[in-house]
């Protein structure tokens, strides 16, 4: 089943509006002319802007193929919130895809598997893409339970969905030991949890379902590790931190993909 790719940016707490909009600009005149996602083997392209930053990076990505998310997502549609944004806003304001779960998330706001399902199913009926993250920490790799983890935020984080709103999510496997630290997982490590995690997904959601959802790698990517990783069997994308701020080194990630598997 080919699969097409995304890379996807997640700017996390970084750029202005002015500063997002100058790092579109420069992607854009990095990436492929005209490029069609998902035509001859271009992978999606989506940036992940803090809140406030959407709206313009949305204006300077119109016209591209360049796609704009958010980072979070609140589960209810409107109330009693505060500092939450809700679906229906961010469709208004122009994303068509949202980070959910991410490891910052779980580990400084207190995420947890029963909001990341919440969060997760808002998306969905809105027909926000989700971009659910997992992945273990140091600790739990050296323990032996990286497999384990990363199940129960799979079944957890996406029960009660059904294989037709899985056409709407996007898994991202984040080992937190490689985010932001400069320590890749080796191309075999990631390759062995992602294909783990489709193994998960076709016993969820069945083998179809499974075999057409894409499965992002995300931990310090950068372009002169991701032609390795993105060619791996099931790794069908990247969700790059650091390296999505410098718009060369995003593009060249974009690059990498393009001529992966
Ligand atoms: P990193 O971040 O590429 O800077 O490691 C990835 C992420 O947190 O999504």
């Known amino acids: 089943?080919?699969?097409?790719?995304?890379?996807?940016?997640?700017?996390?707490?970084?750029?202005?509006s002015a500063e997002g909009s100058q790092l579109v600009e420069a992607i854009k005149e990095l990436l492929p002319d005209g490029s069609d996602a998902c035509q001859s083997g271009v992978p999606e392209v989506l940036v992940c802007p803090p809140f406030l930053t959407i709206g313009s990076v949305v204006n300077a990505a119109r016209g591209s193929c360049v796609k704009v998310g958010a980072q979070n997502i609140h589960w209810e549609e409107s109330g009693a919130?505060?500092?939450?944004?809700?679906?229906?806003m961010l469709n208004e304001a122009g994303c068509t895809h949202a980070i959910i779960g991410h490891s910052e998330r779980r580990q400084y706001f207190a995420e947890t598997d029963e909001t990341v399902?919440?969060?997760?199913?808002?998306?969905?009926?809105?027909g926000i893409v989700a971009v659910v993250c997992v992945g273990e920490t140091l600790g739990e790799r050296e323990s032996g339970i990286t497999n384990d983890i990363v199940e129960r935020q799979i079944r957890?984080?996406?029960?009660?969905?059904?294989?037709?709103?899985?056409?709407?999510?996007?898994?991202?496997?984040e080992p937190v030991w490689?985010?932001?630290?400069?320590k890749v997982a080796t191309d075999e490590q990631a390759q062995e949890v992602h294909a783990f995690i489709r193994v998960i997904l076709t016993d969820m959601f069945g083998e179809a379902t499974s075999g057409a959802i894409r499965i992002l790698y995300g931990g310090s990517m950068k372009p002169d590790n991701a032609k390795g990783l993105l060619a791996q069997k099931d790794i069908d994308g990247g969700l790059i931190g650091g390296a999505s701020l410098k718009a060369?080194?995003?593009?060249?990630i974009v690059?990498?993909?393009?001529?992966g598997k």
Do not use: H
């Open 1 to 16: 089943m080919s699969r097409c790719k995304l890379i996807a940016g997640n700017w996390k707490m970084n750029m202005t």
């Open 81 to 88: 919130f505060t500092g939450e944004v809700s679906a229906s």
């Open 117 to 126: 399902n919440k969060r997760t199913k808002a998306a969905v009926k809105a």
């Open 156 to 173: 957890e984080g996406l029960k009660g969905l059904t294989p037709a709103d899985m056409e709407k999510i996007v898994i991202a496997y």
């Open 178 to 182: 490689a985010i932001g630290t400069g």
């Open 248 to 252: 060369t080194d995003f593009a060249a």
């Open 255 to 259: 690059n990498a993909a393009s001529q």
